[in-house]
C-alpha cells in the first residue's frame, strides 16, 4: 500500500544544532506539505511544494527550509534549533490542489521535536 | 481573529446520544471544506468533505452555509470509538492552502 512516512518519530536535540526531518510519501503526489501542531494554534503551515525544484514559503516558515529533488522526499530542515521549535511536525501529501472539489491530504504519524 | 475557528470543548456525549458543532471560516475566496479527525499524539485523517448541498456518511452529516460562512458535523448514536477531536479544514486553491481550526474535542462515555 501506498504511504507517508516520517523519520525520526522522536528527536530531542540541543539549542543551535541543525535538525533534519524526514518525509517520504510512495503515493506519486506532485504536493507535499509541512505542518506545526503546538497547543492553542492547530496546525499551521511551514512549507510547501507542487513538484520537484518547487518550494513555497507558508505562514510560519522562518528558522525553516525545505527542498525538492524528487517526487518522494520533502525534508524539513532547522537551521538552528531553538526552543520555539518544539513542536509536533506533520508531513502530508495530496493528490491535487485544494480549491473547489478539493482532494484529501493524507499525514505522516509526525516526529515529535524537543529543543533543549 | 483566527481564519478558522471552532469551539475547542470538550463536548461530553453519552453513549448513543447525537452531538453537533460548528466552525467558522473568515475568508469568503474559501472553496474546498473538510472535516479531519484526529486521534491523541496521532496523525489527522479525512473523516468527510462537505459539499454545498450537505452529505451525510453514515452516523456523520455534515453542513456547509457559504452565507454564513460556517460549516457543521452532526453524530449520531455516538460510540465510545467516536472519542477523538475533530479539526475543521477550510482549503482555497490560491497558494494551494490548508487552514486548520484548532480542532473540537469530544469525549463519549459510556
Known amino acids: 500500500d501506498a504511504e507517508i512516512t516520517q523519520s525520526p518519530r522522536h528527536k530531542i536535540t540541543e539549542t543551535g544544532r541543525q535538525v533534519t526531518l524526514a518525509c517520504h510519501q510512495t503515493?506519486?503526489?506532485?504536493?507535499m506539505f509541512w505542518y506545526r501542531q503546538d497547543l492553542g494554534h492547530g496546525l499551521r503551515l511551514i512549507h510547501y511544494?507542487?513538484?520537484?525544484?518547487?518550494?513555497n514559503k507558508g505562514e510560519v516558515s522562518d528558522g525553516y527550509s525545505v527542498s525538492r529533488s524528487n517526487t518522494e522526499d520533502l525534508p524539513l530542515t532547522l537551521e538552528s534549533a531553538a526552543s520555539s521549535q518544539t513542536s509536533v511536525y506533520f508531513c502530508?501529501?495530496?493528490?491535487?490542489?485544494f480549491g473547489q472539489g478539493g482532494t484529501e491530504a493524507f499525514f505522516g504519524q509526525g516526529t515529535r521535536l524537543t529543543v533543549v | 481573529r483566527k481564519e478558522v475557528e471552532q469551539d475547542p470543548g470538550p463536548f461530553n456525549v453519552p453513549e448513543g446520544a447525537t452531538v453537533a458543532f460548528n466552525c467558522t471560516y473568515s475568508?469568503?475566496?474559501?472553496?474546498?471544506f473538510f472535516w479531519y479527525r484526529q486521534d491523541c499524539r496521532k496523525e489527522p485523517k479525512l473523516l468527510m468533505s462537505?459539499?454545498?448541498s450537505g452529505n451525510e456518511d453514515g452516523r456523520f452529516t455534515a453542513q456547509l452555509n457559504r452565507a454564513s460562512q460556517y460549516i457543521s458535523l452532526l453524530i449520531r448514536d455516538s460510540k465510545l470509538s467516536d472519542s477523538a477531536t475533530y479539526l475543521c479544514?477550510?482549503?482555497?486553491?490560491?497558494?494551494?492552502?490548508?487552514?486548520f481550526g484548532g480542532g473540537t474535542r469530544v469525549l463519549v462515555k459510556p
Open positions: 502530508a501529501s495530496s493528490e491535487s490542489g
Open positions: 503515493w506519486n503526489h506532485n504536493n
Open positions: 511544494s507542487y513538484g520537484v525544484q518547487d518550494t
Open positions: 475568508n469568503s475566496a474559501s472553496q474546498s
Open positions: 462537505v459539499y454545498s
Open positions: 479544514v477550510v482549503g482555497k486553491a490560491a497558494g494551494n492552502k490548508l487552514t
